[in-house]
């Protein structure tokens, strides 16, 4: 694996094989102990052309577990504002004997396309691109998954909310289908779902109550104001009503269900804080479990 732009069309293997890979590693993401000396003397360049908490700062702690050098490019300060094109900025860094990318950008394609460009032994992870992907999250919510479920041939999981503005949906419904869920239904108001959804094997419901019936895993996601030019938005309440989370509507679920959310969490319009810090949550461990996952991937991807 010499880039990991997408989910989409990796071998269940491989997936697997991170997912190995991240679980070794779980001990040493949680704990402050001895770093490995993985990524030994080689630099990593965080180049967030989008605001990111969570991706950004995990991605660091990674590579400084992996003993990379890492170097966060301060896109505001950087000589983009100037004009100088992305390919531009990518050539200069290169110059400057990078060896991986981190890169979100607002534009879906954008760590394609600097991965066709760059020289065949720098390495390119994609930690966000427009609404097309975002394989990490993808991979650490098939982490999470799999530790509080074990299995993924039985599960049903739903997905709700704003999946047409969201690469996180995209990229869970391409790895949660690799790794055979027998069921996966996405959940949320007509306008705010993409065509061809059946075509993908998911079950569409505008209905939230009827779509968390006996569901094993929710996946609660947030509405991508900012990716919705122009369109006519529900009102916050009005969205809470219908496709917020409350403990009401999570006890139509499976009792042992769990509760992801991506972040960030906009607590009163899909989620209410009851639910985000009740039991079943597992939400900030799903940031915990992104360390490991993405040491993991930052370790196969530089052929460590
Ligand atoms: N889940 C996620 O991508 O969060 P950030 O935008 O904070 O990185």
């Given at each position: 694996l010499t880039h990991l732009l997408t989910i989409e069309g990796l071998p269940r293997d491989i997936v697997t094989h991170i997912l190995d890979t991240a679980e070794s590693f779980v001990p040493l993401a949680e704990r402050d102990v001895k770093k490995l000396p993985l990524l030994r003397g080689k630099s990593v360049f965080n180049l967030f052309f989008e605001n990111s908490t969570r991706t950004r700062t995990t991605f660091e702690i990674a590579a400084k577990r992996l003993s990379a050098d890492v170097y966060n490019l301060n896109i505001n300060a950087s000589s983009t504002s100037k004009g100088e094109s992305l390919l531009d900025t990518i050539n200069n860094l290169s110059a400057m004997q990078a060896d991986m990318f981190v890169v979100r950008h607002a534009s879906s394609g954008a760590p394609h396309l600097i991965a066709q460009h760059v020289a065949p032994h720098l390495h390119v992870i994609n930690a966000g691109d427009g609404r097309h992907a975002h394989p990490t999250q993808g991979l650490l919510d098939m982490y999470t998954i799999r530790h509080y479920k074990k299995e993924f041939h039985n599960l049903r999981v739903a997905i709700v909310g704003?999946?047409?503005?969201s690469r996180v949906a995209r990229s869970d419904i391409h790895a949660l289908s690799t790794l055979g869920v027998p069921e996966i239904r996405a959940i949320g108001p007509l306008t705010l779902l993409p065509a061809g959804m059946e075509q993908m094997g998911v079950k569409v419901y505008t209905d939230m109550e009827e779509g968390l019936r006996g569901v094993d895993v929710i996946i609660m996601l947030r509405l991508q104001n900012e990716r919705m030019r122009g369109a006519l938005l529900p009102s916050a309440q009005e969205y809470f009503k219908h496709y917020g989370l409350t403990q009401e509507k999570l006890a139509l679920a499976a009792p042992d269900a769990i509760v992801m959310h991506p972040g960030p969490m906009n607590r009163g319009v899909e989620i209410e804080s009851a639910v985000a810090d009740g039991k079943q949550a597992v939400i900030l461990n799903q940031v915990t479990f992104g360390i490991a996952v993405r040491m993991a991937v930052m370790s196969i991807v530089g052929g460590a």
């Open positions: 704003d999946i047409l503005h």
